[in-house]
């Protein structure tokens, strides 16, 4: 489900993988050591410990180390989320409303759809209302997710580069049936969604069964 | 005061258990000041609830063993989980280690014959016992438990017909006992420490202590506020949070977190500080670095106060904001990386014995270090906007939570309830039940990090086919994590009815205070308040124990 690629999938998963990979290797490095101390220090083996108190130009390095590390993590997630603030000018838009438990889709042109039908490589942009408590658009295919909160209008933007269908969560709990809040983003060629926005809701079950 | 020491109790010589005061039976628990008495009622009562939580937590799981319904309906399960991090957080984790062993062991680690307000002392353990007692009476009360998960996010808090309002209440007056418990512990340590006692020779979990009271004292009063503020928008129709009065849903989630993020430091710090206490005892040398492990706990409650809206970065904030909290999200991990190098360096050229509480102490840094590096993986904006309300956020807080915390309780348990009980548990079935509890804990959370960058949301009743192994693998881990609490359970239970009486003072080699008074402790600790002349954590002697070794 995750190889689908979107226009910022890369960048999240560089800091992820970036993340993860220095993570590990600390990891491992503690617990290495910590075992290999266990054996190597037993008290059969080592009877008699030795007192150090602590050594200043470590604690500085293991200090300092880090901190440089965290903030080359820090810079990859904001350059990441500095790409999904900008929303292309050229975005379609798509009006989305939540209510308790449902997503409805409402284009440019008036048409209304309950699953998301997007063109392949064209920015989309999602403008984000709540009829009623809390809801998140979530597309984890995109690592797209926004709170949909009444009263307020949030936006995200996406643009999908593979053609495919891929789930639509809410991730922000919302009550009864939270987790059967799903639906589904269909990812088309671009003639194909201008057939299908243009075609009227009679033709359109036909045509998402030739999908 | 303390420096008047001619004042001997009567009963000195009595140990805490049998020194009844004016009270007989019962009652001599219930409305006792003693400060040891009070940490005892705390953990009667806090074990009692974390096994209702473990409860709700095993039905959480095993609901989700199969797609669709496995034991319950999408209502009950709602409530599960929401009681499951009530009880869990409010009436466990929080009160946790300064409540049970704070309340025991921090006096004694002073120098000092009780807290400085043990009247207070005793209020405040009524107040979580009035909480505790509320968060029941919603569960069985018409309307039904809320499900609303433990955050309470308005709006969907306020349009639910569940009973939410009591507990809202129980959470409000759970704050009040964490307010006053934190009062009396900063004022213990700044008036109550034995001569010669200056701020560097106390014990680290003495330092962990008071940088969490001092959080519990200053954030906690907002989450109170906050809950009146619900009150008045309620009833004076004064739109504050509530989009339908005119109020803004986003400020409540502000408003929620700037307790309940620093709330997060009041449950790690103090497990932090006994995982300090430990690991120098059985790897029987001093500590590393002392005064780094001591202030990286202030700095954790400084900073840990400025990261709260790192919870939110999806909800919609300015960039300014999303820079500045994700920043500061990154910097507060370096003083718990600082313990964590600290730590394992104190391990070196140590002589070292897994008893049962050393290897939870080498545990809580194994699965504290993944909890916190996840929690790394997280404050990188682009990463969390993926991550954030799925179930890799659900690991992550467990990792820290129970594996950090929850681990760091059982490790003072097997450390220091022999002392308080002079009852010895069986060692072999102690780190049988250790194993368990390891091996079940991390089956039953890892496949949650996996499923969660794979999109799992959080607090889902279904989930798509392709999710079904992880969370299978995660129940049947539920599974044996769970004989691993019985197994714990039943023995340290069992040490306390029928195990081996001990009279040694101290058992385990430690240097700090409480192992130089009788086991069990008389009734005021100490017949003369001692004199401190160094550190707690010296290990001059080891020439001495070294050769005693080698006599066995």
């Known amino acids: 489900m995750l190889i689908a690629q979107s226009e910022f999938v890369k960048s999240v998963d560089f800091a992820f993988f970036f993340i993860i990979a220095i993570s590990v290797f600390f990891l491992v490095l503690i617990t290495g050591l910590m075992i290999y101390f266990v054996f190597k220090y037993s008290r059969k083996k080592h009877p008699k410990a030795e007192n150090i108190h602590g050594n200043v130009p470590l604690e500085i390095l293991w200090t300092v180390i880090p901190t440089i590390l965290v903030l080359f993590m820090f810079y990859f997630g904001w350059m990441g989320y500095k790409e999904m603030s900008k929303i292309p000018e050229d975005s379609m838009v798509v009006t989305v409303t939540a209510q308790m438990w449902k997503w409805s889709f409402k284009y440019e042109n008036g048409r209304i759809s309950d699953t998301l039908y997007v063109p392949v490589n064209r920015p989309v942009k999602v403008i984000l209302n709540s009829l009623d408590v809390n809801h998140s658009f979530y597309i984890p295919a995109f690592r797209v997710k926004k709170d949909v909160i009444p009263g307020k209008q949030n936006t995200s933007w996406f643009k999908a580069t593979e053609v495919g269908s891929y789930p639509i969560f809410c991730a922000e709990y919302c009550g009864l049936n939270h987790s059967y809040m799903y639906n589904e983003v269909v990812v088309m060629p671009e003639n194909n969604f201008i057939t299908w926005l243009t075609t009227d809701v009679g033709q359109v079950n036909n045509f998402t069964n030739q999908k | ?552």
């Open chain 2, 1 to 552: 005061m303390l420096k008047d020491t001619t004042i001997i109790s009567t009963n000195g010589h009595t140990s805490f258990l049998d020194y009844q005061g004016k009270y007989k039976g019962i009652r001599s628990w219930i409305f006792s000041t003693d400060h040891k008495r009070i940490g005892i009622l705390y953990l009667i009562a806090l074990l009692s609830f974390f096994a209702v939580g473990v409860t709700f937590g095993f039905l959480i799981r095993l609901e989700l063993f199969t797609q669709g319904k496995t034991i319950v309906d999408p209502q009950t399960y709602n409530a599960f989980f929401t009681l499951h991090g009530v009880i869990m957080i409010f009436l466990f984790v929080i009160p946790g280690l300064p409540a049970v062993f704070g309340n025991f062991f921090l006096p004694i680690l002073i120098g000092a014959k009780d807290v400085a307000f043990p009247r207070i002392n005793l209020l405040s353990w009524w107040l979580y016992i009035i909480g505790g007692v509320l968060v029941i009476v919603s569960i069985l009360l018409p309307g039904g438990p809320a499900d609303t998960g433990w955050t309470f996010y308005i709006p969907y808090s306020v349009r639910t017909s569940t009973n939410v309002i009591f507990t809202g209440l129980a959470a409000f007056i759970l704050g009040f006992s964490s307010i006053l418990t934190g009062i009396n512990f900063v004022t213990t340590i700044h008036r109550l420490r034995a001569p010669g006692m200056d701020w560097f020779k106390m014990p680290l979990f003495s330092w962990a202590l008071y940088a969490t009271a001092w959080i519990q004292v200053l954030a906690t009063p907002i989450i109170g506020i906050t809950l009146l503020l619900i009150v008045v928008e309620r009833v004076l129709g004064v739109g504050l949070f509530d989009p339908a009065l005119g109020g803004d849903p986003i400020l409540y989630q502000h408003l929620f977190w700037i307790y309940s993020h620093p709330a997060v430091y009041i449950m790690i710090v103090p497990a932090m500080g006994v995982v300090s206490e430990i690991i120098p005892v059985f790897a029987r040398r001093t500590i590393f670095g002392y005064k780094f492990i001591a202030f990286s706990s202030i700095a954790i409650a400084l900073l840990g106060s400025l990261v709260w809206a790192h919870h939110m970065f999806s909800a919609g904030m300015s960039s300014t904001a999303q820079f500045v909290f994700s920043l500061l999200t990154f910097l507060v991990a370096i003083p718990s990386a600082i313990k964590v190098f600290n730590w394992t360096a104190t391990l070196y050229k140590g002589s070292i014995q897994l008893d049962p509480p050393m290897l939870y102490a080498l545990a809580f840094i194994f699965l504290f270090s993944i909890g916190g590096l996840t929690g790394v993986v997280q404050g990188a904006l682009s990463v969390d906007i993926h991550l954030t309300d799925t179930s890799f956020i659900v690991a992550h807080f467990h990792y820290v939570m129970f594996g950090g915390t929850g681990f760091g309780i059982f490790a003072a348990l097997h450390y220091w309830l022999p002392k308080m009980f002079g009852r010895m548990y069986n060692l072999k079935t102690a780190k049988v039940g250790f194993w368990f509890l390891f091996v079940g804990f991390n089956t039953l959370y890892f496949p949650l990090f996996v499923m969660g960058w794979l999109g799992m949301p959080r607090r889902y009743y279904d989930y798509l086919p392709e999710y079904a192994i992880y969370h299978q693998i995660s129940t049947v881990g539920s599974w044996i994590l769970i004989t691993g609490l019985i197994i714990i359970y039943y023995n340290l239970i069992k040490s306390l009815r029928s195990g081996e009486k001990i009279t040694a003072r101290n058992i385990w080699g430690g240097e700090t205070l409480e192992w130089q008074i009788e086991t069990p402790p008389t009734h005021e600790n100490f017949h003369d308040i001692p004199k401190i002349t160094h550190g707690p954590y010296e290990y001059k002697m080891n020439d001495e124990l070294a050769e005693k070794e080698e006599v066995k």
